[in-house]
């Protein structure tokens, strides 16, 4: 099975700062990778997929980049609803494969 | 509005069963693949099952191979999991999760929309 690795664990962030977040792949999967939200207590919410794409309802804040095994979730300007945990996901071979999550902090 | 909401977790044995099912709205289900996702208490996310949009194909996670069973009426809008033989470590909040979009005959499988999740917990 294709592994995700996330790094970091934890990102302390201050508010208006820029976050990013690393996703490896432990083989290529083209752009078949999904970045999710999840704040406690609540199911994963979509925020990119295709790599790049923003899902419905996300600011432009958010951005993706990376294709192969190599991608990163930016956030330019955190808010503070934005404080949360980030997973990666591919979605090019079964089975479906998620990082460990990053825990995006208030610094 | 799409919606999915889950029921039919709780308190099991181990050795017992546990049939969940995830009532979707909102969107056409006969028109998707789905998805059940796991996450024990305090870890992350795991992919359990797929099914077809018209039921016929499925795959599963090795963890679960051969005692969890996806399933789907269309005409209920609903989607199932049947798990049997449950262990410890089938302990987890179950989700349904739609899958994306299809162009032609190719799907993309990131999943677009959750369900609220449904505690299972496996213990004597």
């Known amino acids: 099975e294709i592994v995700m690795t996330q790094s970091p664990a934890t990102l302390s962030v201050s508010p208006g700062e820029r976050a990013t977040l690393s996703c490896r792949a432990s083989q290529s999967v083209s752009s078949n990778l999904a970045w999710y939200q999840q704040k406690p207590g609540q199911a994963p919410r979509l925020v990119i997929y295709g790599a790049s794409t923003r899902a419905t309802g996300i600011p432009a804040t958010f951005s993706g980049s990376g294709s192969a095994t190599e991608f990163t979730l930016t956030i330019s300007s955190l808010q503070s609803e934005d404080f949360a945990l980030y997973y990666c996901?591919?979605?090019?071979?079964?089975?479906?494969?998620f990082g460990q999550g990053t825990n995006v902090e208030i610094k | 509005e799409v919606q999915m909401l889950e029921s039919g977790g709780g308190l099991v044995q181990p050795g017992g069963s546990l049939r969940l099912s995830c009532a979707a709205s909102?969107?056409?289900?006969?028109?998707?693949?789905m998805h059940w996702v796991r996450q024990p208490p305090g870890k992350g996310l795991v992919w359990v099952s797929r099914i077809n949009s018209d039921g016929s194909s499925t795959s599963y996670a090795d963890s679960v191979k051969g005692r969890f069973t996806i399933s789907r009426d269309n005409a209920k809008n609903t989607l199932y999991l049947q798990m049997s033989s449950l262990r410890a470590e089938d302990t987890a909040i179950y989700y349904c999760?739609?899958?994306?979009?299809?162009?032609?005959?190719?799907?993309?499988?990131?999943?677009?929309?959750w369900g609220q999740g449904t505690l299972v917990t496996v213990s004597s």
């Open positions: 999760a739609k899958s994306g979009h299809c162009i032609s005959s190719h799907c993309y499988f990131y999943h677009d929309y």
């Open positions: 909102g969107f056409t289900l006969s028109s998707y693949w």
């Open positions: 996901q591919q979605y090019t071979d079964w089975p479906l494969t």
